[in-house]
Antibody, heavy 117, light 114 residues
Framework: EVQLLESGGGLAQPGGSLRLSCAAS????????MSWVRQAPGEGLEWVSA????????YYADSVKGRFTISRDNSENTLYLQMNRLRAEDTAVYYC??????????WGQGATVTVSS | DIVMTQSPDSLALSLGERATINCKSS????????????LAWYQQKPGQPPKLLIY???TRESGVPDRFSGSGSGTDFTLTISNLRAEDVAVYYC??????????FGQGTKLEIK
């Protein structure tokens, strides 16, 4: 079964850091680009970041560029999102998703990140 | 950045009716090299992650009922849900991945049953 499982969410202070992980199973992880998408409370979906299958190419939304870093460990089938200099507006559920090749076809259940003092 | 605008923001229909949700992109998402529209539709039920329904504007993802159909090209797209069922209550999003792997989503359309 194709599955994505996020971990690492929690409470952080403004200016603080958190690292999200996304463990993948059931598919050849290194063959696919992977993405992070977030959803603030009561709001819509916002694409955050993506990384190529090899990890060599990374992409960011302007809202997180310079603060967040996406990476992957293909030997461990794991995707990461390092979030630094967190702001209140980064409060959201963060989803990892497989793709996009033909859209985002597999999603994790999400990790909740709350930024508050 | 490509801006995606959905209409309406919400709609309420009766069981068995047809729902039509529109999505407009600020620039064409049609790749001339392969004649594919890089447009996807998602369904999100409360407390759940989004689920891919349709990609390339009109290709249903495996396992998605044929009551769901997508159409359109270039900048104007439509998601149609025929014979509305109670389990279709959700928020629906369009997404462009023309600038893949960067992408943008529409603001969402909330579908309710009257």
């Amino acid at each position: 079964e194709v599955q994505l499982l996020e971990s690492g969410g929690g409470l952080a202070q403004p200016g603080g850091s958190l690292r999200l992980s996304c463990a993948a199973s059931g598919f050849t992880f290194s063959s696919y680009a992977m993405s992070w998408v977030r959803q603030a409370p009561g709001e819509g979906l916002e694409w955050v970041s993506a990384v190529s299958g090899s990890g060599a190419s990374t992409y960011y939304a302007d809202s997180v560029k310079g603060r967040f870093t996406i990476s992957r460990d293909n030997s461990e089938n794991t995707l990461y999102l390092q979030m630094n200099r967190l702001r209140a507006e980064d409060t959201a559920v963060y989803y990892c998703a497989k793709g996009p090749l033909l859209g985002l076809d597999v999603w994790g259940q999400g990790a909740t990140v709350t930024v508050s003092s | 950045d490509i801006v995606m605008t959905q209409s309406p923001d919400s709609l309420a229909l009766s069981l068995g009716e047809r729902a039509t949700i529109n999505c407009k992109s600020s620039q064409s998402v049609l790749y001339s090299s392969n004649n594919k529209n890089y447009l996807a539709w998602y369904q999100q039920k409360p407390g759940q992650p989004p689920k891919l329904l349709i990609y390339w504007a009109s290709t249903r993802e495996s396992g998605v009922p044929d009551r769901f159909s997508g159409s359109g090209s270039g900048t104007d797209f439509t998601l149609t849900i025929s014979n509305l069922r109670a389990e279709d209550v959700a928020v629906y999003y369009c997404q462009q991945f023309y600038s893949t792997p960067r992408s943008t989503f529409g603001q969402g359309t909330k579908l309710e049953i009257k």
